[in-house]
């Protein structure tokens, strides 16, 4: 934010509370009449310009190659090269040689995990990967290999920030610096010169450019070859995935209560794989978000995560084998549908009325795309599009969504933005989730147990 | 709200479906007569199935339809369809190979591709074929044989065939020095349509390069044209020798059977699998269906080594050019049924009896007279109870019994 803030000062737009500490999503400029902006994370931006809800964006050239190498055709023109906030996404492994053309031949898919699922697509048609399974991560996508990620996709300032993890940089699939991005649209019909002028002035116009296009600097023998067979642990040894970011705290508290030590969790360090004092367990730190799909896929078995974001996983996939294993009790949240106040509806049902009989196409925003899209199904609105964001969801309504699916504790953040509750879809806390499959070993679903009945315990006396 | 049809997908009109059945009976007939048997492949398939090096090139891939399934939280994609012979391979993998070789297999299926513009078709029908386990120039010719007679069976006599020969093209690019992974990519891309992907290659060697830009700038339109290539290439690029000379015998089985033939290099667009000849079938401009030889797909796929040729033809692009005025039913052959509800039981025996001579009848309450026929029937419980009028002339007929009725039709 601040290299943008401080260009956007010299070019005079009048922004004064985009900062660090505002805590507004829209600007006003107190110095022209003819701008007005909106701040969203960063990988909307490319989303919401080429989709024409706004002329003119700023975002790191990451965020427009992973939307335009999917949507070759779309709206969306970079114009400037910004100058700052350079880095590149590499694909990365761990160091271990295969046998040449292993990788195409072998059998299960190659998982290639990250925040970047589109690029990571591409890769793996450009390096012609016979078969191939594609984990989209919310983050920490440097917790995954070897034993759940054979590639993924780091976005790093260079490669020693690479290697210095422990990972083989297979190539750079795009470099990137923040840039400037027009709708196409606009860029040929509206008159935004004296924006695009203001801005052009003040950043230098030369800057080593990189030309070559998607993946051309990977090395994709060397990708190949650095690929290794699946590592597997012990089939007895119980995998377990704990959150990283706020919730945390928490799960130290209720260890600490069960009686189970956790070293370095939460790590000053980044440490991703603490030591448990439990026999026959083997830990991983990775994003709540991500973690129904790796359970279900059998990459853990046991994980702990939020309700909400296992009922957004069983709406996606309905004959899921994941569970809930034991309620924590902790983060309550109730997950809501949002309306602007202005909005003339108190219910959903009236809200799916207005929109019938108006013969309009309701946009409904939320990080759960598939509790929105379940939402929109089971109250039988005619036509609606479900836009996915990365967070900031408030800030969509009511320009770029009419309705939000979004989680609130005490519903204030939402009163603070003019918004109001129409529906409360489920009540959400903390919880274990995990599978069971008739082939477990014996060992490790009493080892499962034995780790459930310790946190139950730990609750019940608290 | 109007609720609109999905961009790039197509309704197909009464009028459309005649034209379609039309081409598909043609098919099937003519499929019959060259012993190929008809199969149908599933429209959802796993996406690895497309993704293995040799089968679609990667342009190709970017634009088919691949998405997780209900089930598919290992994160693994299934796919509509984007080609036929791929699935076809799968079957024949899976559930023919050990009957024995060859077989000959025929399908009327479906396939979808993503188009950028509205105008393109997303989903496309065709009739094909595939010749499994058997090679050679023979089989090439059978092939070649059997689409052209199919499309002369639908009353379309102008075709010509455009012919190319990838395996040549291989050779050529090995001869570069590019390995088996450059090779994929630049054929790919020629195979796309970006002949200046031969621009990119700054090491290669001169002979061959040269080589390669006279046969994708030329177009010849005899076997002699081949031999001319021969004679200035074959001798210095080796591998090339036997592929021209393979590609040579095909032509000139081709020139035997009286077929209109041009020689074209870069026909072939977005099918990596093709590993020798290469033909595509014009009637006029319109590309109308086209295929190929590839041996190695069975291989590749996980199958016993097996030469293999198919080929598929347009049922969009054929049904347009089709006549079809013979299909329509005459308004002579059209009667129109009204039956007052006490005589339902003698109208309904006057309706079969109509049908199985061959009539069509539309039945409908009394007083209420269908378009377009030729016959109004009034079929009552009081006497005279089944009456006929001839709708050109107004003559009318009052018939005691449904065969009489019949019989003044003049059908029975």
Redesign the interface.
């Known amino acids: 934010m601040p290299p943008t803030a401080d260009i956007l000062e010299k070019a005079r737009w009048g922004l004064d509370d985009y900062n660090d500490k505002s805590r507004l999503y829209r600007l006003k400029s107190s110095t022209r009449g003819d701008i007005s902006a909106k701040i969203f994370q960063e990988r909307d931006i490319p989303i919401q310009v080429a989709i024409g809800n706004y002329d003119i964006g700023i975002c790191g050239s990451d965020w427009v190659a992973e939307y335009t190498v999917k949507y070759p055709s779309c709206n969306l023109v970079t114009v400037r090269d910004m100058g700052f906030g350079e880095g590149a996404v590499y694909a990365a492994a761990m160091p271990r040689v295969m046998e040449n053309d292993e990788i195409t031949t072998r059998n299960p898919a190659v998982r290639i995990a990250g925040e970047y699922p589109n690029l990571a697509h591409s890769l793996a048609l450009k390096m012609r990967l016979r078969r191939f399974s594609i984990y989209p991560l919310w983050g920490s996508a440097d917790a995954y290999p070897p034993e759940n990620a054979d590639i993924v996709l780091l976005s790093r300032k260079n490669e020693a920030e690479i290697t210095s993890l422990g990972f083989v940089s297979l190539g750079k699939i795009v470099g990137f610096r923040a840039c400037l991005i027009v709708n196409r649209d606009s860029l040929r019909h509206k008159d935004m010169s004296d924006v695009l002028a203001s801005i052009d002035a003040i950043i230098p116009k030369v800057f080593p450019h990189e030309s070559a296009g998607f993946g051309q600097f990977v090395n994709i023998g060397a990708t190949r070859q650095c690929m290794q067979p699946r590592c597997e642990l012990d089939a007895d040894t119980v995998r377990l995935a704990l959150p990283d970011g706020h919730q945390q705290s928490h799960v130290r508290k209720i260890m600490d209560a069960a009686g189970i030590q956790i070293d370095d969790y939460p790590s000053a360090y980044g440490n991703r794989r603490p030591k448990i004092s439990l026999d026959g367990f083997f830990i991983k730190v990775i994003r709540p978000q991500d973690m129904p799909m790796q359970v279900a896929g059998g990459d853990y078995d046991l994980a702990i995560t939020g309700r909400d974001w296992l009922i957004d996983h069983l709406h996606q996939f309905p004959g899921s084998p994941l569970m809930q294993m034991l309620d924590l009790k902790y983060g309550w949240v109730r997950i809501v549908a949002v309306v602007t106040n202005e909005t003339p509806v108190s219910t959903t049902a009236e809200l799916q009325q207005m929109y019938s009989a108006q013969g309009k196409s309701c946009r409904i925003a939320a990080e759960y795309v598939n509790i929105a899209d379940h939402y929109a199904r089971t109250n039988h609105f005619d036509s609606y599009r479900v836009v996915p964001t990365w967070g900031a969801t408030e800030a969509f309504l009511p320009e770029d969504a009419d309705v939000l699916i979004e989680n609130t504790e005490t519903g204030s953040t939402l009163v603070k933005n003019n918004l109001k509750i129409i529906d409360t879809l489920f009540e959400s806390t903390a919880c274990i989730i995990g599978c069971t499959h008739p082939d477990q070993s014996p060992i490790k679903a009493q080892r499962m147990a034995h780790f459930v009945q310790l946190l139950r315990g730990a609750l019940e006396a608290s | ?2 609720i609109e049809r999905c961009k790039g997908c197509t309704d197909l009109s009464a009028q459309d479906m005649l034209r379609f059945r039309s081409v598909e009976a043609a098919f099937q007939e003519t499929a019959r007569s060259y012993g190929y048997d008809e199969v149908r492949t599933p429209t959802l398939e796993y996406l ?1 199935l497309f ?3 040799g089968t679609l090139t ?1 342009g190709m ?2 634009r088919v339809y691949s998405f ?1 399934d ?8 299934v796919v509509l369809k984007p080609d036929t012979t791929i699935p076809t391979a799968r079957l024949f993998i899976e559930q023919m190979q050990q009957q024995g070789y060859p077989a000959r297999l025929s399908y009327v299926t479906n396939s979808f591709v993503f188009e ?1 513009s509205a105008t393109k078709a997303r989903e496309r029908w065709q009739c094909g074929a595939e010749l499994i386990g058997a090679g050679g120039d023979i089989a090439d010719a059978e092939l070649i044989s059997f689409a052209c007679d199919a499309v002369k069976r639908m009353g379309i006599d102008k075709i010509e065939v455009r012919l190319s020969h990838v395996g040549l093209l291989r050779e050529l690019l090995a001869s570069l020095g590019l390995n088996h ?1 450059e090779q ?1 990519d630049v054929l790919s891309r020629i195979l796309d349509g970006e002949l200046s992907a031969l621009e990119s290659m700054h090491a290669a060697k001169g002979q061959s390069l040269e080589a390669l830009r006279l046969l994708l700038n030329t177009k010849g339109d005899s076997a002699a044209f081949l031999k001319n290539l021969r004679s200035l290439f074959a001798s210095d690029i080796a591998g090339v020798q036997d592929e021209l000379s393979s590609f040579i015998k095909t032509i000139e089985m081709v020139e035997s059977m009286g077929l209109a033939y041009q020689i074209d290099f870069t026909c072939g667009k977005g099918f990596e699998y093709y590993t020798g000849i290469i033909f595509r079938l014009f009637a006029g401009a319109v590309n109308v269906g086209g295929g190929g030889r590839y041996d190695r797909l069975v291989e590749t796929m996980g199958g016993t080594s097996a030469p293999a040729a198919g080929f598929g033809l347009y049922i969009d692009r054929l049904s347009a050019l089709i006549n079809i005025d013979h299909l329509y039913i005459p308004v002579s052959q059209r009667v129109s049924l009204s039956v007052d509800p006490s005589a339902m039981k003698v109208g309904c025996e006057v309706a079969d009896l109509l049908r199985r001579a061959g009539l069509v009848v539309l039945m409908g309450p009394n007083g209420t007279v269908a378009h377009d026929c030729g016959w109004e029937l009034q079929v009552k419980q009081d006497e005279p109870q089944i009456v006929l009028f001839n709708c050109a002339t107004g003559e009318r007929n009052n018939c005691s019994s449904a065969i009489e009725a019949v019989a003044l039709v003049g059908l029975v």
Do not use: K
């Not at chain 2, 209900?70 to 994609?77: A, L, T």
């Open positions: 709200m109007q690895y993704t293995s090096a990667t891939l970017r997780l209900w089930d598919g939280w290992s994160g693994e994609r950028e992974t994929d």
